[in-house]
């Protein structure tokens, strides 16, 4: 037993597909396939049921891949210990953001950063929620960005920023005239979502009532309801004329449109906003990192 096993049985529980997992740990489908095989035959029992369309873990499957999460988290401090007694600022530190966040965060953090720590290398990435929590707690990661509410045994969470929504529209648009726009105005115009995983999607939701019966309304009848990626995918749609949408204010940059003439308005109050947090590992030694990273918020 091999903690790349380990790795392994975790990246396919997060993911419930062979390739899926394989492209997280960065190895071929077939060696995850054999490595995940060797690992049940060692241990005498199936971790996971195979279909054609997903795979899911066992129920003593979910047992073992819980600990081999503790196994990786642990293994994973014991290099941080180490590292801490050289120099806590003075090696990688590895940190996730929701997608969402990382393209308007990062650049300036990274920036910040390299001005207070200039010895301590960082590693960013960007994904899901749930892949970021996998991540997290297996190590992987040292530290994440989400939004909240975010709740994971032995992880401490601390809100780092709030930031409100705003609605961006073409110049013409009936809305245009608004000075602050009602949410429950959105459900008569065409709004452009993110695709389902994103939780800023159900955020936007959750803020504007009417949107979600107006998708299903839309779906009823035949029509083409329009979702995005990213949120700069749904800037570019907009300033096509395909509709409007909803963005956190850190994204709502509309520089780069020029002549699109493109209009961001604020909500009605009360302002839908979100809360962005700070993830880290309670067992996490590296304390100078985490209170490095939250000062180049400030």
Request: with cysteine.
């Amino acid at each position: 037993m091999t903690l790349t096993e380990l790795r392994y049985i975790v990246a396919l529980r997060e993911t419930g597909h062979f390739r899926k997992a394989a492209e997280q740990c960065n190895v071929s489908q077939p060696t995850l396939s054999i490595a995940v095989k060797k690992l049940e035959e060692e241990l005498g029992v199936p971790l996971f049921e195979r279909s054609r369309h997903k795979v899911s873990a066992t129920p003593v499957g979910e047992r073992i891949i819980a600990q081999a999460r503790t196994v990786l988290q642990e293994s994973h401090n014991l290099i941080s210990l180490a590292e801490a007694g050289k120099d806590p600022l003075g090696s990688v530190l590895a940190v996730g953001a929701i997608y969402t966040v990382g393209p308007y965060l990062f650049p300036r953090l990274v920036t910040r950063l390299q001005k207070l720590a200039p010895q301590m290398p960082l590693y960013i990435d960007e994904s899901y929620t749930a892949n970021l929590r996998g991540k997290l707690a297996s190590g992987q990661l040292d530290a994440i960005f989400v939004a909240l509410p975010f709740t994971e045994p032995d992880v401490v969470t601390r809100g780092v920023y709030e930031e409100p929504f705003v609605v961006l529209m073409p110049e013409d648009h009936p809305l245009a005239g608004h000075a602050r726009i009602d949410p429950a105005e959105l459900a008569r115009h065409r709004v452009l979502l993110l695709g389902e995983g994103h939780c800023f999607r159900d955020q936007v939701l959750e803020a504007c009532p009417g949107l979600q019966q107006a998708i299903t309304d839309s779906y009823a009848r035949g029509l083409s309801v329009l979702e995005g990626s990213s949120l700069e995918t749904l800037k570019h749609m907009v300033a096509s004329g395909l509709g409007i949408t909803i963005l956190p204010k850190s994204a709502a940059d509309t520089a780069q449109y020029g002549r699109h003439h493109l209009l961001v308005k604020p909500f009605a109050d009360p302002v839908p906003q979100r809360t962005i947090a700070l993830a880290w590992r309670a067992s996490y030694p590296r304390h100078q990192a985490i209170d490095m990273l939250i000062d180049a918020l400030k």
